[in-house]
T-cell receptor, first 114, second 111 residues
């Protein structure tokens, strides 16, 4: 069964606005990762946050992690048309050894209107 | 540096036919994975290989077999394709507790 659930399933905003998407998961984790997928393409890693971290930044991306609530959020600031894509959270479950694969949510489809 | 390379990119099979999806990575990663992605869904793990010589079932292994040929290569085989296996297949590799790198995917249609 899928570990992560993103919210919302779809999001449409104007270029320049900020986009926030959320992820909830069920079990203890080693880390949580966010990926982007452009239509018909492979997944591209955006950011990894470890279970002992609470916030992480990378360029226009800000990720938070609340292990007590088993939730994470991804904020994209000053959105651009090129940010239009699907965004997935993925967890590296604590029970594994860091090598038994990621568990993905169903994704948030983000559309940036010009 | 090619990263993760999958072949073929597209394939159409008739029900009952067999095929092998090939995957190779050049990042010296120990771990490799096969996922499938269905419309509106995230990725689901089919099989993984934590290191050369080992393979394990993931969430949806039925109807598939894998081979970790060497550290670089991890293949996925459909012995008798079924329409339910129509999907997009992704190979990935990673080090321990680090991000995964994905191939561009194989779009498989079983008719």
């Amino acid at each position: 069964s899928q570990q992560g659930e993103e919210d919302p399933q779809a999001l449409s905003i104007q270029e320049g606005e900020n986009a926030t998407m959320n992820c909830s998961y069920k079990t203890s984790i080693n880390n949580l990762q966010w990926y982007r997928q452009n239509s018909g393409r492979g997944l591209v890693h955006l950011i990894l946050i470890r279970s002992n971290e609470r916030e992480k930044h990378s360029g226009r991306l800000r990720v938070t992690l609340d292990t007590s609530k088993k939730s994470s959020s991804l904020l994209i600031t000053a959105s651009r048309a090129a940010d239009t894509a699907s965004y997935f959270c993925a967890t590296d479950d604590h029970s594994g050894g860091g090598a038994d694969g990621l568990t993905f949510g169903k994704g948030t489809h983000l559309i940036i209107q010009p | 540096n090619a990263g993760v390379t999958q072949t073929p990119k597209f394939q159409v099979l008739k029900t009952g036919q067999s095929m092998t999806l090939q995957c190779a990575q050049d990042m010296n990663h120990n771990s490799m994975y096969w996922y499938r992605q269905d419309p509106g869904m995230g990725l689901r793990l089919i099989y993984y290989s934590a290191s050369e010589g080992t393979t394990d079932k993931g969430e949806v292994p039925n109807g598939y077999n894998v081979s970790r040929l060497n550290k670089r290569e991890f293949s996925l085989r459909l012995e008798s394709a079924a329409p339910s296996q129509t999907s997009v297949y992704f190979c990935a590799s990673s080090g321990s507790y680090t991000e995964a790198f994905f191939g561009q995917g194989t779009r498989l249609t079983v008719v």
